[in-house]
């Protein structure tokens, strides 16, 4: 089976391009004002409206209100939300029913006893994003180009489908999926020349990077 790659917090038509035309799965859109990754709704919807059929366009929010998740959903085609905050496993639920579209809900991974929340928020979500716990005090929930130890989830089966994310890189992409099992990544800084400015080469040596490591 292939791994399915995200590539989250595009910004530019050129690296949305890049995205699709090298396979990845998902394209993640941020709605988080905080993050250099943020895009403004107008901008968010023109992004969507590139991506084609068969390429899920995923919206990351971060304790967004339902006011937001309102103006977000009613102006950009999505294929999913991605909740990356501190929402519970009944909000998750919530945003779930409210909406209609799938939830990936995000749980931070720093030592073994944050494993039960993956169970837990398991049992709500359609989907998981296991990712590094962001340092204590961190202005962003995600995005910090952090790695926690892989060997925490190493050969996991949780509840529901998991993607594994934090500090991933082409460079060390292959040997993530290898020591976890992982099926789905997820990238951010990982491909980026600066915070929040993507890059079109890394986007496609991660996309090749993840794939190769099926056959490995």
Sequence with gaps: ???RVKICGLKEPAHIEAAVDNGAAYIGLVFFPKSPRH????TA???ALMVPPGVAKVALTVNATDAELDAITSAVPLDMLQLHGAESPEQVAEVRARY???VMKAVGVAEAGDLKAIETYGKVADQLLVDAKPP?????PGGNGLAFDWRLVAKKYWPCPWMLAGGLTPDNVAEAIRLTGARQVDVSSGVESA???KDADLIRAFIAAAKRAVSV
């Design 195 to 197: 915070p929040g400015v």
């Design 45 to 47: 919807a023109r992004l």
């Design 39 to 42: 895009v403004e709704i107008p």
């Design 100 to 102: 209609g579209l799938p």
């Design 1 to 3: 089976m292939d791994i």
């Design 136 to 140: 204590k005090g961190a202005a962003l």
